[in-house]
């Protein structure tokens, strides 16, 4: 195809939609609600899954050792302990510093419970903190690390705790959370197709006299689709620029209006410069690809051209 014939086919897509204002507007109207809606539930799902996360990040193994553990099998227990695959890190958490977490987490009230206990007589063991790659394996190695203990003839672990059965829970609260974040974003992104499609169907069901006439003229198919094809990619890309905008700056919004209250939750909404992006390029590539999409199936199946 020639670059004049390209141009001219850019002009008429142009002018189709500056001649048909109403429609066009209709059109665009339509895109902007359907990609709207479906631009919040992105963000939510997005933010769901990003807190989800974070809550798993949380999830530590805790290890407690007997008293009478000696400081050489405090670091061979250590090094067994991190040597396990899903292991990313064990901290030596020593008895002094045991006992000045235990005063710290009783608070000044709670102070009367440990009065008289120093670090000589320290009645608390060595523990570790394991944290683990993810989060969700949390059990397995739990079970690995008792069975370090059991093949000790010392048994020098005394527990293991990882909050076993609260952990599982909620596991499959934040998976059941990010299945159903997943489906209903899924759901509206094809009926915003739907929608789209056929908006811009009846637009150009509107204008099937003007189809004939170019027809009983001579023009080819090819002749008569192109504009409606540029036509609906500008509809569908200036619709999905215009829904960008605005749901990125109702996100802005809502983040600095939440930020304060989710910090102290210890929890955070994603960046607006990781969820900018990504949502733009969602919004305005879906916006396009629905608009050519649209227009090219209706001139081709619905008038029959």
Same mark, same amino acid.
């Given at each position: 195809m020639k670059f004049s014939t390209i141009l001219r086919h850019m002009?008429?897509?142009?002018?189709?939609?500056?001649?048909?204002?109403?429609?066009?507007?209709?059109?665009?109207?339509?895109?902007?609600?359907?990609?709207?809606?479906?631009?919040?539930?992105v963000l939510l799902a997005m933010n769901v899954n990003h807190m989800a996360s974070q809550i798993e990040s949380k999830v530590q193994i805790k290890v407690y050792l007997q008293t009478n553990v000696e400081d050489a099998k405090v670091t061979e227990l250590q090094n067994?302990?991190?040597?396990?695959?899903?292991?990313?890190?064990?901290?030596?958490? #020593?008895?002094?510093?045991?006992?000045?977490? &235990?005063?710290?987490?009783?608070?000044?009230?709670?102070?009367?419970? !440990?009065?008289?206990?120093?670090?000589?007589n320290n009645p608390l063991p060595v523990s570790y903190v394991v944290e683990v790659f993810d989060p969700q394996t949390v059990e397995t190695v739990a079970a690995q690390i008792n069975a370090i203990n059991q093949g000790d003839e010392t048994l020098p672990i005394s527990k293991v705790k990882y909050g076993e059965g609260y952990v599982q829970q909620l596991f499959k609260v934040t998976n059941a959370v990010r299945n159903i974040g997943f489906v209903i974003v899924i759901g509206l992104g094809v009926t915003a197709m739907f929608l789209i499609s056929n908006t811009i169907k009846m637009t150009i069901i509107n204008r099937r006299r003007e189809i004939g006439i170019m027809k009983l003229v001579g023009a080819t198919n090819a002749f008569i689709r192109w504009p409606f094809f540029i036509e609906g990619a500008l509809?569908?890309?200036?619709? #999905?620029?215009?829904?960008?905008?605005?749901? &990125?700056?109702?996100?802005?919004?809502?983040?600095?209006?939440?930020? !304060?209250?989710?910090?102290?939750?210890?929890?955070?909404?994603?960046?607006?410069?990781?969820?900018?992006?990504?949502?733009?390029?969602?919004?305005?590539?879906?916006?396009?690809?629905?608009?050519i999409w649209g227009s090219t199936i209706s001139v081709r199946k619905y008038l029959k051209v």
């Open positions: 002009r008429e897509g142009v002018k189709n939609i500056i001649r048909n204002g109403w429609m066009s507007f209709a059109s665009m109207s339509s895109i902007f609600i359907s990609l709207f809606i479906l631009g919040i539930f067994k302990i991190g040597n396990i695959q899903e292991v990313s890190k064990v901290t030596v958490v #020593s008895k002094e510093e045991g006992l000045a977490l &235990l005063k710290e987490a009783m608070g000044e009230e709670n102070g009367d419970w !440990l009065e008289g206990y120093n670090n000589d509809i569908g890309f200036i619709s #999905s620029v215009v829904t960008t905008a605005l749901v &990125l700056l109702s996100y802005k919004q809502v983040i600095e209006l939440t930020q !304060l209250d989710l910090s102290l939750m210890m929890i955070a909404m994603v960046p607006m410069e990781e969820a900018g992006w990504m949502t733009a390029v969602l919004i305005v590539t879906v916006g396009t690809l629905i608009g």
